[in-house]
């Protein structure tokens, strides 16, 4: 089966805590992240399963193309409620971390990535238009900035990181990565180019685990106004600012009598920019973001 592939930007616009529910460490509550290379990311099936309800809007035969049916119910009577009979077109892959935002002393703050975080972004962005090219590993650590950085201004020599003191490179191809990561965010171009910026991939293996946030939570006794006995830990979130890159993926629709193409189905699953509620936390504010995509690339007709 032939399938169409899109790209997607998740932006964080409060921190999000997309968790393990589980940690050997001494973070209660820490983000998913992938096994072999330690990089933030937020699964597929909680993107999928968030996106199925803001698409409640569509038109039921095409939201189940899109989703697939509701699954099976079996009554007590060992009678099946509903049965669905085809499965949804739309595939959602993992959001893994391209850009995090980090405390500048410069600033405010920059949006931070590495040589592997844009390989591994190059990967999934195959076959859009302007993607810019692979910037170069560097030897030793420091930080490559483009012309117009607002974290080190022209003639800057270091750029305070957190309580990283690290000597500054201008490249073009970082202001490069900055504007085409910006142009999926209408009215954040400026934001995302004039704040990102490049470390070597060993300075951002330190900042993916000691730059994202972490809150220590209490539950409180409604009898004593006390906090509760044992009830005290930390949890650990993505901050607010932090950019995901992932894919999408569609087939033709397997739903009888409803005839999709697989563009017609990343369209109805993409519809601009989204509003969603992701991970754990949201009655405290977590999970706030929105999901953008890229214009999809031009097909020349064949004649």
Same mark, same amino acid.
């Given at each position: 089966?032939?399938?169409?592939?899109?790209?997607?930007?998740? +932006?964080?616009?409060?921190?999000? +805590?997309?968790?393990?529910?589980?940690?050997?460490?001494?973070?209660?509550?820490?983000?998913?992240?992938?096994?072999?290379?330690?990089?933030?990311?937020?699964?597929?099936?909680?993107?999928?399963?968030?996106?199925? #309800?803001?698409?409640?809007?569509?038109?039921?035969?095409?939201?189940?193309?899109?989703?697939?049916?509701?699954?099976?119910?079996?009554?007590?009577?060992?009678?099946?409620?509903?049965?669905?009979? +085809?499965?949804?077109?739309?595939?959602?892959?993992?959001?893994?971390?391209?850009?995090?935002?980090?405390?500048?002393?410069?600033?405010?703050?920059?949006?931070?990535?590495?040589?592997?975080?844009?390989?591994?972004?190059?990967?999934?962005?195959?076959?859009?238009?302007?993607?810019?090219?692979?910037?170069?590993?560097?030897?030793?650590?420091?930080?490559?900035?483009?012309?117009?950085?607002?974290?080190?201004?022209?003639?800057?020599?270091?750029?305070?990181?957190?309580?990283?003191?690290?000597?500054? +490179?201008? #490249?073009?191809?970082?202001?490069?990565?900055?504007?085409?990561?910006?142009?999926?965010?209408?009215?954040?171009?400026?934001?995302?180019?004039?704040?990102?910026?490049?470390?070597?991939?060993?300075?951002?293996?330190?900042?993916?685990?000691?730059?994202?946030?972490?809150?220590?939570?209490?539950?409180?006794?409604?009898?004593?106004?006390?906090?509760?006995?044992?009830?005290?830990?930390?949890?650990?979130?993505?901050?607010?600012?932090?950019?995901?890159?992932?894919?999408?993926?569609?087939?033709?629709?397997?739903?009888?009598?409803?005839?999709?193409?697989?563009?017609?189905?990343?369209?109805?699953?993409?519809?601009?920019?989204?509003?969603?509620?992701?991970?754990?936390?949201?009655?405290?504010?977590?999970?706030?973001?929105?999901?953008?995509?890229?214009?999809?690339?031009?097909?020349?007709?064949?004649?």
């Amino acid at each position: 089966m032939t399938m169409e592939i899109r790209p997607y930007l998740l +932006h964080a616009l409060s921190p999000l +805590h997309a968790g393990t529910g589980q940690s050997v460490g001494i973070i209660d509550l820490p983000i998913a992240r992938l096994r072999a290379t330690n990089i933030p990311f937020v699964p597929g099936s909680s993107l999928k399963g968030v996106l199925r #309800e803001a698409r409640r809007a569509l038109p039921s035969g095409e939201w189940e193309a899109l989703f697939g049916p509701l699954r099976s119910v079996t009554g007590p009577a060992g009678d099946v409620a509903q049965e669905g009979d +085809h499965a949804g077109a739309l595939v959602v892959g993992d959001a893994r971390l391209v850009a995090l935002p980090v405390r500048s002393f410069t600033g405010t703050f920059a949006l931070v990535s590495s040589p592997l975080l844009l390989e591994l972004a190059r990967r999934d962005l195959a076959g859009l238009p302007g993607v810019p090219a692979p910037l170069k590993r560097r030897a030793g650590p420091g930080v490559w900035v483009g012309v117009d950085s607002v974290v080190a201004p022209k003639g800057s020599r270091q750029v305070f990181l957190e309580d990283l003191d690290l000597s500054v +490179h201008e #490249e073009p191809g970082v202001e490069a990565w900055g504007r085409f990561l910006g142009s999926a965010l209408p009215g954040e171009e400026e934001l995302v180019r004039e704040r990102f910026v490049v470390v070597d991939d060993e300075t951002m293996n330190f900042l993916m685990e000691t730059a994202t946030q972490v809150d220590t939570r209490v539950r409180i006794d409604a009898k004593t106004g006390a906090v509760e006995k044992g009830a005290l830990w930390q949890e650990e979130s993505l901050p607010a600012e932090t950019l995901l890159i992932g894919v999408l993926a569609a087939g033709a629709s397997l739903r009888k009598g409803t005839e999709l193409r697989a563009d017609e189905v990343l369209e109805r699953a993409l519809r601009g920019t989204s509003w969603l509620q992701l991970g754990g936390k949201a009655t405290v504010g977590r999970g706030r973001c929105r999901l953008a995509a890229w214009p999809a690339p031009v097909k020349e007709s064949r004649r």
